[in-house]
């Protein structure tokens, strides 16, 4: 009877003793999970205390009226005028700017006299520097350089814009043209950018072969050498639109005279490269003919055409 109550008393103090590591356990379980959630609060703070300390050590600022600077990583609003550059995913500035502005969205609500780097770039005031991206916009005045998928600005004063669209309201080159070539007889264009650089989008079309219809893109330059005459060198990448593959490159040397000063006339050779899967397209007109490979050739043609300026 003693010896069962001895091993009944030590199965209990067996007993207590397990439920009592596992209180202890537990609360080791509980101690060490909110140690390991303090490290990782303060590694938090580490990581981002730094920015809210510049955010705040800029946050001084203003525009008088208590709007304060916010300058992070995500987005950078500045209401006055600023001595660091503004590089982040947003940057919108509220005044006037001599220092680069990086990111993918770039605003300047006032003049900017330096970069602008980024998707889509707008400046509201005068524009004096350069901006790249796939849309570079200035309001007023540029004086510098815009190169972009689209350019704009209202008056440019100085400075080349690059691209596949840019359009100058003042200072700029805009016109269309109606012109023939050997390869294609009829062919409508529109051309904008400045006189020293300007691109031109073009449809090309085939009365007796509507098959050979095209769309091309190209580049040109008009330069001034009297009163009224200019040459005109252009490079064309021209396209058919449906029905084969068949490509053409042409080069077109042009003498130019302005018959007044919206209206000006053009004439010269005009040298194509034709790359075709299937049968080639004969000019209608040619001075020089020499077929290559399967289906391509090299012409030699004139090229004439009447242009409206705007």
């Known amino acids: 009877m003693n010896e069962f109550k001895s091993i009944t008393g030590t199965g209990r103090s067996q007993a207590g003793s397990g439920i009592a590591g596992r209180v202890h356990t537990s609360k080791i379980s ?29 946050a001084d ?54 970069l602008q780097l980024g998707f889509t770039n707008n400046v509201k005031g005068d524009m004096r520097g350069v901006q790249v991206g796939f849309s570079n916009i200035a309001l007023r005045k540029l004086s510098g350089s815009q190169i972009g998928f689209f350019n704009f600005c209202d008056t440019l004063e100085s400075g080349l814009p690059v691209g596949i669209i840019s359009y100058m309201k003042n200072g700029g080159y805009h016109a269309v043209e109606l012109s023939t070539a050997g390869i294609s007889i009829i062919n409508f264009s529109f051309k904008t950018g400045v006189e020293k650089f300007y691109t031109s989008l073009t449809v090309s079309y085939d009365e007796d072969a509507p098959a050979y219809s095209a769309l091309g893109f190209g580049i040109g330059s008009k ?20 029905g084969g593959n068949r490509q053409y490159f042409n080069g077109d040397l042009l003498l130019g005279y302005n018959l007044s000063k919206h209206w000006g006339i053009v004439l010269g ?42």
């Open 61 to 114: 600022g203003g525009d008088g009226d208590g709007d304060p600077n916010l300058y992070m990583v995500i987005a950078n609003v500045i209401f006055d005028e600023f001595r660091f550059p503004l590089i982040g995913f947003a940057n919108i500035s509220m005044n006037n700017q001599a220092l680069p502005q990086i990111g993918f969205v770039n605003y300047n609500d006032g003049d900017l006299k330096s």
């Open 269 to 310: 050779p005009e040298f194509t490269v034709q790359l075709a899967d299937g049968t080639t397209k004969n000019p209608a007109y040619k001075i020089y003919n020499h077929k290559f490979g399967r289906n391509n050739s090299f012409i030699i043609n004139g090229k004439s055409g009447i242009r409206f300026e705007f």
């Open 30 to 58: 509980h101690g060490l999970s909110i140690t390991l959630n303090g490290i990782k609060n303060k590694i938090i703070l580490l990581v981002f205390l730094p920015l809210l300390s510049a955010n705040l050590s800029f």
């Open 223 to 242: 330069i001034s050498v009297r009163k009224k005459f200019f040459v005109n060198p252009e490079l064309n990448y021209v396209s058919k639109i449906w």
